[in-house]
């Protein structure tokens, strides 16, 4: 349990709100690649501002 990841928004890698700099650390990948995804989802579903919202809510910052 001494390794247990855990999702935080981001401190370091902000555009808005830190939720995809956030994810990009939990997955150790380059944050642009989910802010892109982000973007794409968003404009194919329409409902990626709703859900970057509500995670903005529900993600906490780093202690």
């Known amino acids: 349990m001494g390794n247990q990841k855990t999702l935080y928004r981001s ?3 902000v555009k808005v709100a830190g939720v995809c700099g956030g994810i990009a650390e939990y997955f150790d990948i380059d944050s642009t690649l989910v802010r ?3 973007v794409i989802f968003t404009l194919m579903l329409g409902t990626g501002i709703i ?3 509500i995670a903005w809510l529900i993600m906490p910052k780093r202690p």
Do not use: Q
């Open 51 to 53: 859900a970057y919202l």
């Open 11 to 13: 401190e370091n890698d």
């Open 36 to 38: 892109l995804g982000w």
